[in-house]
């Protein structure tokens, strides 16, 4: 059974940054592409940024690109958001998935396996 949990969440004011964390157990990472995607209240879930297997390319959805930065680090089994210049338009529930066959997808389902979220605040 694979199991992904998301930690780092929070409140924090526009300008602000956070890190999210999601821990996978049950099997390792190597094998799997990996991605962040979030969800506003009243919006569908939307791709936020992926990674592939060997972490040698990273996808970025435009509206954050330059200022988050997706890593990897399999000998952990932890997948890595690093959030910097955070927008009151950032606030969602933050999501990380994975994906055992294929590269990384924009859609939600190309992933198998999900985290249950953490939510992040940014106020302005």
């Known amino acids: 059974q694979v199991q992904l949990v998301e930690s780092g969440g929070g409140w924090v004011q526009a300008g602000g940054s956070l890190r999210l964390s999601c821990g996978v157990s049950?099997?390792?990472?190597?094998?799997?592409?990996m991605a962040w995607f979030r969800q506003a209240p009243g919006r569908e879930r939307e791709f936020v940024a992926g990674i592939i297997r060997n972490s040698t390319r990273t996808y970025y959805a435009d509206r954050v690109k330059g200022r988050f930065t997706i890593s990897r680090d399999n000998a952990k089994n932890t997948l890595y958001l690093q959030m910097n210049s955070l927008k009151p338009d950032d606030t969602a529930v933050y999501y990380c998935?994975?994906?055992?066959?294929?590269?990384?997808?924009?859609?939600?389902?190309?992933?198998?396996?999900w985290g249950r979220g953490t939510q992040v605040t940014v106020t302005s």
């Open positions: 049950g099997r390792t990472i190597s094998g799997y592409a």
């Open positions: 998935a994975a994906r055992i066959n294929g590269g990384v997808g924009s859609s939600a389902g190309d992933y198998g396996y």
